[in-house]
């Protein structure tokens, strides 16, 4: 299914697709329809290199329009689902996945607010420097990324209330943004209207939001929303906009981070002696996220053989999968063992004499390959 926030990365030729023909599988593509034209032009590229390569016919298709998810996801030569988007959509696929007189696994990547926790050490030494980088990362692409800071978490002090200031001031500066279509904007206007209505939640800073593009915005919540697990407050808002919460100790900020649902990341900025002082946040966040970055922002994912883009429910529906990096390929995979098998029948990458030159495990080691 093609993803809203990135046609071309998450959707048609994006990681799904390439990861499910990598592993040998045919692809049936559902067009989003907020980039209908450009699904068009990229899948009919898939097409040409198909032809091309000698791929076999029908290797790759597409439909466009509304009501065919279902009957899609239902279709019995169906195997695998791969989906970017909303919470409602991602939960509607997996059930209709799971009713199938052959239950099939959904790979869905769903929702997600990234915490950043800020650190004393870093706060005192580098709190304007990280009020500012921490602005560029929510405003990037008007925030229209799964790994966009959402939540943004400091102990009680002084600095942390300066830290807040300073971004407040920076969002209140950023230009008005134009989103990637109308649905999204609808979307972030209502997300707005949420914070704005919960009588827990301070809207801190921001341009009022007005026409058609998408104003920065930073609001303050109280910490019991998180240690009481708010659904509002765990709700995506999905813009440029991030919400900031301050503990006033260490309890509560263990309180906080457990009230916290399945994320795709959590962010830690600190200085040496933070990671020494605060080493028990490592084991908490390893249970709660799919990626722990230290001392970065999370709106940056490399495609590479180490990275998560995944995590706990509702980041995404199957957390042993990634959609981003080289393990992507796993998902759509399923062991099958050959015993007994005489050589002339194995696949070539299974012969003792390793035709295809491949670097394999045999009998639990290593053999070099050619390729």
Request: net charge negative; with cysteine.
């Amino acid at each position: 299914f093609g993803a809203s926030n990135f046609p071309l990365a998450f959707s048609t030729a994006g990681g799904d697709t390439a990861a499910a023909l990598a592993a040998g599988c045919p692809v049936v593509f559902k067009a989003h329809s907020g980039h209908m034209a450009t699904a068009d032009l990229v899948g009919c590229a898939i097409q040409r290199a198909a032809e091309r390569t000698g791929m076999p016919k029908g290797v790759f298709n597409m439909v466009f329009g509304a009501g065919v998810g279902e009957p899609l996801v239902k279709h019995p030569a169906i195997q695998a689902v791969g989906f970017t988007g909303s919470l409602k959509g991602g939960d509607a696929l997996c059930r209709m996945a799971a009713e199938r007189a052959q239950p099939i696994p959904v790979f869905a990547e769903m929702s997600s607010i990234n915490p950043v926790i800020i650190l004393p050490g870093a706060l005192a030494k580098r709190g304007e420097a990280i009020a500012r980088e921490l602005a560029g990362s929510v405003c990037m692409g008007a925030g229209q990324f799964c790994t966009n800071p959402g939540l943004v978490i400091g102990l009680q002090s002084a600095q942390y209330s300066q830290l807040l200031s300073d971004l407040g001031q920076h969002l209140d500066q950023q230009a008005g943004q134009t989103m990637l279509n109308a649905g999204g904007l609808r979307s972030y206007v209502g997300g707005l209207e949420h914070l704005r209505a919960h009588a827990g939640i301070e809207h801190l800073a921001g341009q009022a939001q007005e026409g058609s593009q998408a104003r920065a915005q930073l609001f303050k919540a109280d910490a019991r929303l998180l240690v009481e697990a708010d659904p509002l407050l765990q709700e995506e808002v999905f813009g440029p906009t991030t919400v900031a919460v301050e503990v006033k100790d260490n309890a509560q900020l263990r309180d906080a981070l457990l009230g916290l649902r399945g994320q795709l990341t959590a962010t830690l900025i600190g200085e040496p002696e933070d990671f020494e002082a605060f080493a028990w946040l490592v084991p908490l966040l390893e249970e709660k996220v799919g990626r722990i970055l230290v001392n970065g922002y999370p709106t940056g994912v490399e495609v590479c053989d180490a990275m998560v883009h995944g995590g706990p429910y509702p980041a995404t529906s199957d957390a042993r999968g990634t959609s981003v990096g080289t393990l992507a390929i796993d998902r759509f995979l399923r062991p099958v063992c050959y015993q007994n098998y005489p050589q002339a029948l194995l696949p070539e990458a299974l012969r003792d004499g390793n035709p295809l030159g491949l670097r394999r495990l045999v009998n639990g080691q290593w053999s070099e390959g050619t390729v």
